[in-house]
């Protein structure tokens, strides 16, 4: 869209004021700030509760969800919403985590991409349709997708102010928190709730396939600079915004798709964050690790095989008869 | 029974319990009282664990009473503190201690709004009483396990329980850890009159702290006094088969036989 607009000037707001004479381009702009704050919210739940595959699967299910929406000629975001709220609801079922359920995810995201194929090859319109889907089309949202998004948010951010501190609770330590008489089975169905919501009205701006740009890396990048879970989440926030406005500002002045560079660019400071900390971590010879350096946990830090006495040489007792059990 | 009922903050009688089908424990008769440091001893697999979730009411018995505070036992009974053995918590959990101490004061509730400052003192106190002040700034990822096993009682203290259940917090601690962690605990058991029963493989490090020992072995429960429980013939009796009671000239005890008698030690 290079062609009779005016030339990029250092003068970003003077930029942002021309680009904001479009309609499409404010709605594009609005509709990618309040997703970039819902996504960096949930985003940093789905880090925390280690959900990333099912958030990838999530948003799979929903194409074929937008596809069948498209074929039966409704507005694919009801789609969306109808299949990945149901597919939630489902995973939630499976457990209250959705951690080691790799399988049965993967089982049924194959299935739904492949009804989502049938359901185009069905439909006899345009490819485009598909290819939006797919990728994104933040730049063909309508007036009354972004009320509805809007809408969609409102609901999503007034229900996570209420089950904030129970799921970050239920996230972090399950097993307490199940002692502690919290709803486990409740929270995890809200969760799932709270991501189907997010990854329908994500999908807009940034397509299925790259749901992971908007839904993941920025809490992933968050938990490597800040320990404070309130922190975390504003970190997050932050990291989408930036991603999804110079995302669309750049494509503003180049002929390439907006996902594109939204992805790069969260991918850019993933890598950037990563290798910072490695470095540091080499250049400082830090004993303790700092966050995020990966590594090994110490051998008599929490391990799985905790139920086993590991012979400890100073023990007076011979090692070879088990003390007491 | 005895006039000290009143005391009595656990009291089982013929209880049986177990997963599904399978019973794992039966017929046990046991008590704890007040500000009673009791250690709960046994192989793998033999329902030491399942007594924990017992108390805490996430499980019911198969048949049989038990009370704990003279009640049968409900979930989320805020006189309990409870120190799982973690699997949520490992080096990829980015997120300070003092944070996840705090959840243990406020997690419970729903809705915005309500004293930060409470919340923080509560913490506050609680990494004192675990001996964890300095470690309130530290990433739980990044922790040895020593440092969060008392991250870990703070989280447990936090809501100052009656009633502390210690799930294998010595695992994987050297030894002078462990005695370091059961120092702490035991100081909080006198101080603070609270009840603890704490799930331990080796009984050593705590044998000059301790109250009771609760030793569940081949299905059954025998209870009492360390010196009562812990010989020769009580555990012969207990496991079915000949297990000796050895001592070391600095009192320290090794228990000979037991675990062939029960065979799933190693599984």
């Known amino acids: ?247 669309l500002f750049i494509a503003w002045y180049e002929p390439y798709p907006v996902s594109f560079f939204i992805v790069t660019i969260a991918f850019c400071i993933y890598v950037a964050v990563r290798a910072a900390q490695a470095l540091s971590a080499r250049l400082f010879h830090r004993v303790v690790r700092p966050l995020g350096s990966g590594g090994p946990i110490p051998r008599d830090s929490l391990q799985a095989g905790a139920s086993r006495p590991i012979p400890r040489p100073s023990d007076p007792v011979p090692t070879e008869t088990e003390p007491a059990g | 029974m005895q006039p000290s009922v009143d005391a009595e903050v656990i009291r089982a009688e013929h209880l049986d319990v177990g997963y599904r089908d399978k019973t794992v424990w039966q017929d046990a008769d046991f008590g704890v009282r007040r500000g009673e440091f009791v250690a709960v001893i046994g192989p793998n697999g033999a329902g030491k664990t399942t007594l924990f979730r017992m108390l805490l009411g996430l499980q019911r018995p198969f048949r049989g009473d038990l009370r704990v505070f003279g009640t049968p036992p409900t979930r989320g009974n805020r006189k309990i503190g409870y120190v799982p053995q973690r699997h949520t918590i490992d080096h990829e959990t980015h997120v300070e201690s003092d944070k996840l101490v705090r959840l243990g004061f406020s997690g419970t509730r729903w809705g915005p709004g309500f004293s930060l400052r409470a919340e923080k003192e509560a913490a506050a106190d609680a990494l004192a009483a675990a001996g964890a002040t300095d470690l309130g700034r530290k990433c739980v990822g990044a922790m040895s396990g020593g440092e969060l096993q008392r991250v870990f009682l703070a989280e447990a203290l936090v809501g100052n329980p009656e009633l502390l259940l210690l799930d294998e917090p010595l695992a994987n601690l050297d030894i002078r850890r462990s005695r370091e962690l059961v120092q702490t605990i035991n100081g909080l058991v006198r101080a603070r009159k609270v009840t603890t029963l704490l799930v331990a493989h080796d009984i050593n490090p705590l044998i000059q702290c301790l109250d009771k020992v609760i030793y569940i072995a081949n299905g059954k429960v025998a209870t009492g006094a360390p010196s009562t429980v812990l010989t020769s013939e009580s555990l012969t009796a207990l496991y079915g088969v000949p297990v000796e009671v050895l001592r070391d000239s600095r009192n320290n005890i090794v228990i000979v036989g037991g675990e062939e008698g029960h065979g799933d030690e190693h599984e």
Do not use: C
Request: proline share 3%; glycine share 8%; charged share 10%.
């Open chain 1, 1 to 247: 869209m290079s062609s009779g607009i005016p030339p990029f000037s250092w003068n970003l707001v003077t930029d942002l004021r021309d680009m904001w004479q479009y309609n499409f381009m404010r709605n594009a702009f609005e509709a990618a700030t309040i997703i970039a704050i819902v996504a960096g919210i949930i985003g940093y739940f789905v880090v925390l509760r280690r959900s990333a595959f099912a958030t990838h699967a999530l948003g799979h299910v929903g194409f074929s969800g937008a596809a069948g929406a498209v074929l039966f000629g409704v507005n694919p975001v009801y789609g969306l919403l109808l299949f990945t709220m149901s597919a939630g609801t489902g995973m939630s079922l499976l457990g209250t985590r959705a951690t080691n359920r790799d399988v049965e995810i993967g089982t049924v995201l194959a299935f739904a991409l492949g009804v989502g194929l049938l359901f185009l090859s069905l439909y006899t319109g345009y490819a485009t349709e598909a290819y939006s889907i797919l990728f994104g089309e933040v730049l063909g949202i309508s007036d009354s997708s972004v009320l509805f998004t809007l809408e969609a948010s409102l609901v999503v951010l007034a229900v996570l102010v209420l089950v904030y501190r129970p799921l970050l609770f239920a996230s972090l330590d399950e097993d307490v928190a199940d002692a502690k008489g919290l709803p486990m089975r409740f929270l995890s169905l809200t969760f799932m709730l709270l991501l189907a919501v997010a990854i329908s009205i994500a999908v807009q701006v940034i397509g299925v396939l790259l749901i992971f740009a908007m839904m993941v890396t920025p809490a992933a990048i968050a938990v490597r600079l800040t320990k404070r879970p309130m922190t975390a989440v504003v970190v997050s926030v932050g990291v989408a915004l930036f991603a999804s406005w110079a995302g």
